[in-house]
């Protein structure tokens, strides 16, 4: 099979991976506004380290290795495995802000589906009946899929998409100027290729959520006294 993504295939997957995607992911800052009021992120130097051990220590290794296995599961209709992998995006987000953010976006991608047509509806039926809720790596596992992409295409486009959201974030709240944010962004995406092999790699029992900082700072953020991003 090639590894080159046909136009259709490429086409949806930029469609999925765009800060346009009407899931509201660029209205989150994942924490880094926190950590830019605490001083540990102020300039290019620190964001490109906080974001690219976020990455590395965050959606690499939870987020990207369901989003590995939901494609199979999807395409044989096994519901059982489908709703475990959901429950475990739900249970291993560290603190209510970042499992709202997860169950938003994962509610938005189930309406935008709807709006391509019911071609699919009994997967999507089963998707939006997920407790409590849709989360965003199985609605974009079932996205791919119905995009015919291959597992490597779909965790590179996910991962991309988080890294450009992550960069606009930085941007407004360290402030950053756009050609710092593509000299960040550039860094992120030469890390990209090592993580997804990485994630592809991983059985269940490596799948994990361990990010106390962002952890914490995730729930200072969601008291912040002034905040430009969604909490």
């Known amino acids: 099979m090639s590894t080159v993504p046909d136009a259709t295939t490429l086409l949806q997957l930029i469609w999925l991976a765009s800060p346009a995607l009407p899931v509201g992911g660029f209205s989150y800052s994942e924490a880094l506004e926190a950590a830019v009021d605490d001083g540990l992120v102020r300039d290019e130097a620190s964001a490109a380290a906080w974001l690219s051990s976020q990455m590395a220590l965050g959606p690499a290794r939870a987020d990207l290795p369901v989003l590995a296995s939901a494609p199979e599961a999807w ?31 994962g509610r938005s991608l189930v309406e935008w589906l709807r709006n391509q047509g019911d071609a699919d509806a009994g997967r999507l039926a089963h998707l939006a009946a997920l407790a409590p809720s849709p989360t965003w790596p199985v609605a974009f596992a079932l996205a791919t899929a119905r995009a015919n992409a291959t597992a490597a295409q779909a965790l590179h486009a996910s991962l991309f998409g988080w890294a450009e959201n992550m960069v606009q974030a930085a941007l407004k709240a360290v402030p950053l100027g756009q050609l710092a944010g593509q000299r960040i962004l550039q860094a992120l995406v030469a890390r990209m290729p090592p993580l997804v092999e990485q994630a592809l790699a991983m059985g269940d029992d490596d799948m994990q959520s361990f990010s106390p900082m962002l952890g914490i700072a995730s729930a200072r953020h969601e008291t912040q006294y002034s905040r430009l991003f969604r909490s």
């Open 75 to 105: 395409a044989r209709g096994d519901l059982a495995s489908i709703t475990a992998l959901n429950e475990f995006v739900v249970l291993t987000r560290e603190t209510r802000e970042l499992r709202l953010q997860t169950e938003q976006m």
